[in-house]
């Protein structure tokens, strides 16, 4: 007889979500995704002057602050058919790679790797047997035994004084766990060490976005940041050469760490490369613009349907008609009044809440479809997207990890692995290699810009008094980002955000579709339905944002929503 299961909130995740599972005879039968919370930045923009509308929306998420206001400035661009000069396309181009090297870093060692790594184990490991198996899989200088011994050491105390503090309510001694001790032990050490290397990256951000989170450089037609040599009120050369430095030393981090990693997690949970692909219909958009115009960029982007990448169709800038006509999103099962499958432009987004309905309406997130499908979104989709476009880099990372996974695992692996939960790790890690590189290419080519005395980071926008629309894509972190913007007299008519966590935790779709969340876990194993940590293993790997994927419109003006504070 099949039991329903629910894990609400999800933890580790920012936002609110909420899964519940059917779980039949050891396997997840039926799954629904619901997001338990709504934001209202959309209602909020209406009668905004557009050019402020990036401040407002990068405070959607406190996680996802860069990419919703380089989406937000791409579309009020998009409107205005606005050009911008390339020092500003390559300072935002290094402020997004360094951004998502953060965020990817963060995602595998500090909001997912608790799922396949028992720290309580590590404390019964040979400290010494787990630095010489370090030294086979890396030649990473801070895998010493002594250093080994000392996060031991700490670990005890942890465990001692019963006082885990962030790996406190973990599934340790869970079933599904496989790693031995000293692999836990190493994987420990590196989660520490990944804390500072993502603090090293967050820097440029800082230095660039002016502050992070929440950067403070964006303007429509550029940025704020002036470029002078001979003044330290600026961008100078040195602050520039500081940025080279932290890029040099994540490097190594990246390659001889993170990438390692990922691919002994995946040798030693091979199994989980039979689980967890659900939707195998890939979207993504290009990314790091090259041009003035948004028509040339450094990494592809488009669509792969039913995972085959032979017929990948790209997405070739941000006015191709097969992207910006092929998006809608369905309310079917949303907590909005009715069914409809609208286009963002023309997007509706009256509330209606029901109560959790199995066959009704049951997630305040809504269900997009591109060209009518449900579509997964994220690293895995990018990368995927990348190879079929014989991008080197992408090839050469995947090939990489690949290999090194096969290396342990005993056996030669493939890339139709990559579609599943461990896969979308790899993706991740892939494509931190590729980001590293580019933002490695970005620096040089922002200075070599300057040496030939080009300044220039800023072009005035002009509105015009009619009715104008835009939309600005990014490939976020998380995934393929959308902003939608509606323009009239200078002010925003309309404003509709669509994120990549609301193509993956989106409901089903008006054909009763399941989304990618939902898809992805039916199937999955569950060796202890009073412990689920199989559910997680896979929706972690998505990397949720639910603080994102929910949004509350009203075109019609009405009173939505009211709060009363005392005092």
Request: hydrophobic share 40%; aromatic share 10%.
């Amino acid at each position: 007889m099949a039991r329903r299961i629910v894990v609400d909130p999800v933890t580790r995740i920012e936002g609110h979500l909420r899964i519940e599972c059917e779980v039949d005879k050891g396997q997840i039968s039926k799954a629904w995704s619901s997001g338990t919370m709504w934001r209202g930045i959309e209602l909020i923009l209406k009668d905004k002057d557009p050019r402020e509308a990036w401040i407002f929306t990068q405070r959607i998420c406190g996680v996802c602050t860069t990419v919703h206001a380089i989406a937000s400035v791409r579309a009020v661009e998009n409107a205005l058919k606005l050009e911008v000069p390339m020092n500003a396309q390559h300072i935002r181009n290094m402020i997004i790679a360094a951004h998502g090297i953060f965020d990817h870093i963060v995602h595998f060692y500090h909001l997912s790797a608790l799922d396949w790594v028992d720290i309580v184990s590590a404390t019964k490991a040979n400290p010494k047997a787990a630095a010489d198996l370090a030294a086979k899989l890396s030649p990473w200088p801070d895998n010493s035994a002594h250093g080994l011994k000392e996060v031991q050491d700490r670990l005890k105390k942890f465990v001692a004084s019963g006082q885990l503090g962030v790996f406190a309510s973990g599934y340790w001694g869970h079933p599904a766990m496989k790693l031995s001790p000293e692999v836990n032990l190493l994987a420990t050490s590196h989660y520490f060490q990944a804390l500072d290397y993502q603090r090293k990256i967050n820097q440029v951000v800082a230095i660039l976005g002016s502050k992070t989170p929440h950067i403070q450089n964006l303007a429509v037609g550029g940025v704020s940041n002036p470029i002078n040599p001979d003044s330290q009120s600026t961008l100078t050369v040195e602050r520039l050469y500081y940025i080279k430095t932290l890029i040099d030393e994540i490097g190594d981090f990246i390659n001889q760490v993170y990438q390692v990693d990922v691919a002994a997690i995946a040798a030693f949970y091979a199994d989980w490369t039979g689980y967890g692909a659900g939707v195998t219909n890939y979207l993504s958009v290009p990314e790091f613009p090259q041009d003035t115009k948004g028509e040339s960029f450094a990494l592809a982007g488009g669509y792969i349907p039913d995972r085959d990448i032979s017929a990948f169709t790209p997405i070739s800038s941000f006015n191709d008609d097969f992207f910006n006509q092929g998006v809608k999103e369905s309310v079917k099962h949303a907590y909005y009044k009715g069914d409809s499958n609208l286009h963002p432009w023309q997007g509706v987004t009256e509330p209606n809440f029901t109560g959790f309905q199995d066959d009704g309406k049951y997630s305040w997130v809504k269900a997009p479809t591109f060209q009518d499908k449900p579509a997964q979104v994220g690293p895995l989709a990018n990368v995927l997207a990348m190879y079929a476009a014989g991008h080197e880099a992408t090839i050469r990372h995947a090939n990489k990890i690949l290999s090194q996974a096969g290396a342990l695992a005993g056996s030669k692996l493939g890339l139709e692995l990559l579609h599943s939960t461990i896969g979308r790790h790899a993706g991740r890690t892939i494509r931190t290699g590729v980001l590293h590189e580019v933002l490695a290419e970005e620096w040089q080519s922002l200075m070599a810009n300057i040496g030939r005395g080009d300044y220039a980071t800023f072009n005035e926008p002009v509105f015009p008094k009619g009715e104008i629309q835009g939309v600005g894509f990014h490939e976020a972190p998380r995934g393929i980002l959308s902003h939608w913007v509606v323009i009239d007299k200078g002010k925003i008519k309309n404003y509709q955000c669509v994120v990549p966590s609301t193509w993956n935790a989106g409901p089903r779709n008006d054909k009763d579709e399941m989304g990618p969340y939902e898809a992805s876990l039916v199937g999955n194993p569950v060796a202890d339905a009073d412990n689920p940590l199989e559910v997680l293993r896979t929706v972690h790997s998505f990397d949720p944002c639910l603080a994102c994927a929910i949004h509350l419109f009203d075109p019609k003006h009405n009173s939505l929503v009211k709060v009363r504070t005392n005092g």
